[in-house]
């Protein structure tokens, strides 16, 4: 079946520092990918998306490239700030019906000053 | 504006007990969703109903059942509360496949369910 894996964290950054959440997946056909982030105590938000391969998502400084060769959507930002202090998950949406989500097991961000 | 709004926000129940949680959604969405989050944020869906009907229904056990009265809101009954069932439950919504890739999932608060 579907899955994806992401980097354990907690990852601990100083403000201004570069990100990188890594996360692979396993799917049969081309699913769209996601990154979603849980700020604490809140539901998920959807970060940014890529539908196809070669796709770059972005939205609020972060982005994400669809790499079908490496199987990989990793999360990138050039210099975090304590307010993305969060949890970052990685997710998949397969090509069957129903609009289903699978979802990686979630990265905690924490940026310092 | 709530877009999709859950409760309640906490419920502490004992073991054995029946509990129901709400969701209801105002951004006229076809498609709803229950995921649950365990202790270690590790997310996975439930169930998904579309217009009331159920589309999606991973193995979950038959203690947990969800409720769509309308195409806003999807409910979720857990009969005999059991210690294992202490998570964080996710209610979502989308639009539906005959609106083009309109697949984002919009996500409740939460409700953070403790057995004890």
């Known amino acids: 079946g579907d899955s994806v894996t992401q980097m354990e964290g907690p990852v601990t950054l100083s403000e201004e520092a570069f990100l990188t959440i890594n996360c692979t997946y396993t799917a049969t056909g081309y699913p769209s990918l996601f990154w979603y982030v849980q700020y604490p105590g809140e539901g998920l938000q959807l970060l940014l998306k890529a539908t196809k391969a070669d796709d770059k998502g972005s939205n609020k400084g972060f982005e994400a490239t669809y790499r079908k060769e490496t199987t990989s959507f990793h999360l990138e930002k050039g210099s975090v700030q304590v307010s993305d202090s969060a949890v970052y998950f990685c997710a998949l949406r397969d090509t069957g019906g129903g609009n289903k989500l699978t979802f990686g097991t979630g990265t905690q961000l924490k940026v310092e000053l | 504006d709530t877009a999709v709004s859950q409760t309640p926000k906490y419920l502490v129940t004992q073991m054995g007990n029946d509990k129901s949680i709400k969701c209801e959604q105002n951004?006229?969405?076809?498609?709803m969703y229950w995921y649950k989050q365990d202790s270690k944020k590790f997310l996975k869906i439930m169930f998904s109903?579309?217009?009331?009907?159920?589309?999606i229904n991973e193995t979950v056990p038959n203690r947990f059942s969800p409720k769509s009265p309308d195409k806003a809101h999807l409910n979720l009954h857990i009969n005999s509360l059991e210690l294992g069932d202490s998570a964080v439950y996710f209610c979502?919504?989308?639009?539906?496949?005959?609106?083009?890739?309109?697949?984002?999932?919009?996500f409740g608060p939460g409700t953070r369910l403790t057995v004890l």
């Open positions: 109903y579309n217009n009331k009907e159920l589309i």
């Open positions: 951004l006229g969405h076809d498609t």
């Open positions: 979502a919504s989308s639009q539906d496949r005959l609106a083009g890739d309109l697949y984002e999932q919009f």
